[in-house]
């Protein structure tokens, strides 16, 4: 099992930065794929980012592509999204999710895969 715990949400404006934490209760390369979602009210839930753990390749939702940054400190068991240039569309609550299993063609945003998730923090941006 995974424990995941989200920090770092809040309320920004427009241009802002904001940087998540998700401390797992394993090692990051325990698990094989971890990634963020999140979901804004009214709409469903998303892919933004994952992360290869031990590779370290990373994937990413085409509209944060160039602003946000998934990233892994294995020693310290967090993963990170940095995210930048925020704009009021990437308003949700944000979720860290872990995967200890997966199959080679299995899309990185599939939820279904990730067994463990935290609760979630919240992100709002305004205008």
């Known amino acids: 099992q995974v424990q995941l715990v989200e920090s770092g949400g809040g309320s920004v404006q427009a241009g802002g930065s904001l940087r998540l934490s998700c401390v797992a209760s394993?090692?990051?390369?325990?698990?094989?794929?971890m990634g963020w979602f999140r979901q804004a009210p009214g709409k469903e839930r998303e892919g933004v980012a994952a992360?290869?753990?031990?590779?370290?390749?990373?994937y990413y939702h085409d509209s944060v592509k160039g602003r946000f940054t998934i990233s892994q400190d294995n020693a310290k068991k967090t993963l990170y999204l940095e995210m930048n240039s925020l704009k009021p569309e990437d308003t949700a609550m944000y979720y860290c999710?872990?995967?200890?299993?997966?199959?080679?063609?299995?899309?990185?945003?599939?939820?279904?895969?990730?067994?463990?998730w935290g609760l979630g923090t919240q992100v709002t941006v305004s205008s």
């Open positions: 394993r090692y990051i390369y325990d698990t094989v794929y």
């Open positions: 992360i290869y753990t031990r590779p370290g390749i990373s």
């Open positions: 999710a872990a995967a200890l299993s997966w199959r080679p063609y299995d899309n990185w945003a599939s939820q279904d895969r990730y067994r463990y």
